[in-house]
């Protein structure tokens, strides 16, 4: 679930997030109107709890996979969840450029696509592995609550064999695999934005 969810945040988010900035006031593709349906549409999906949010992408979820439970079922509202929150992590990300490269670029005449190609990727590329980072984490969070509602995976667990058989003991497990996994995930994502960061 967090696999497939991540993957489609990565494929639609990024883009989303890098248009959010590069259309912003100032910018070399500055464009109120996009800049404002998109970031409204954004702040739209985000600000729905994901409990409902899952509720209310049954009939798309049905449509896209045939079935309203199970991990892949839950796949698809959780990558419509993280898209949002990935495509802001990104503009975020890309907002810690230094604007003189940005108008360096420009004044030597690099075109759109090679600014955000050969200057905005890999200036933010930290930044953006970071972004990964906090989105995979909160994934396997929401992946938890996925499963409250038959989404499977860990939090199907918890509910399931735990919490319905008052069995702490499961409920404890469940918890510190998912302690351990989101420090797992935490220090992996640190460890390579170190990597990458030629600053």
């Known amino acids: 679930m967090v696999g497939i969810s991540l ?19 100032g910018l070399f593709l500055e464009n109120k109107v996009v800049k404002s349906v998109l970031g409204f549409l954004v702040n739209m999906v985000r600000s729905i709890p994901f409990i409902i949010l899952m509720v209310a992408l049954f009939p798309l979820t049905e449509l896209v996979t045939g079935s309203i439970i199970g991990p892949t079922a839950a796949s698809v509202s959780l990558s419509v969840a993280s898209i949002p929150f990935f495509a802001r992590l990104v503009e975020t990300a890309l907002r810690e450029i ?36 906090i989105t995979a984490i909160s994934l396997v969070a929401y992946s938890a609550m996925a499963g409250t509602i038959g989404g499977g995976g860990i939090g199907d ?12 003991t499961v409920m404890i497990t469940t918890v510190i695999i998912l302690i351990c996994l989101v420090q797992l995930l935490q220090y992996g994502g640190d460890f390579i934005a170190k990597k990458v960061d030629k600053r």
């Open 7 to 25: 993957v489609v945040a990565l494929l639609i988010g990024l883009p989303i997030g890098i248009v959010l900035f590069i259309t912003d006031k």
């Open 98 to 133: 230094d604007k003189g490269v940005i108008e360096a670029a420009v004044a030597v005449g690099a075109t759109p696509w090679m600014i955000i190609k050969d200057v905005l990727l890999p200036e933010a590329k930290p930044g953006i592995i970071q972004g990964i980072t």
């Open 157 to 168: 667990l918890a509910i399931r064999f735990g919490y319905y058989r008052y069995d702490n």
